[in-house]
């Protein structure tokens, strides 16, 4: 299964919490299940050039935009990037 999960805060964010850490909990447990997983977040505040396709605790992580703005981010890759996800979790 393909499954796209979005966050409104990097998981390597100083300010993340525990939503974030458990975020990245059940997506590593999907994965090590066989599931092709992607996060999809902004990019990592402090670090504006951390966006596009990167490893986060061996996920696949899209950073793009800003708090703010990273559901429209989201929005955007999901219609430009003619992936098909079985799953999407907000």
């Excluded at 390597?12 to 975020?23: F, H, K, M, V």
């Excluded at 059940?26 to 902004?42: I, L």
């Excluded at 670090?47 to 793009?64: F, H, K």
Aim: proline share 4%; aromatic share 8%.
């Amino acid at each position: 299964m393909r499954i796209l999960a979005l966050t409104w805060k990097h998981p390597l964010d100083p300010s993340a919490g525990g939503a974030e850490r458990y975020l990245v909990e059940v997506c590593s447990r999907w994965a090590e299940d066989g599931h092709e997983v992607t996060v999809f977040g902004p990019r990592q505040r402090g670090n504006p050039e951390a966006g596009g396709d990167s490893q986060v605790c061996r996920l696949r992580y899209i950073g793009e935009g800003s708090r703010l703005s990273v559901f429209r981010s989201a929005g955007r890759y999901l219609r430009s990037s003619g992936h098909l996800y079985d799953c999407v979790l907000e």
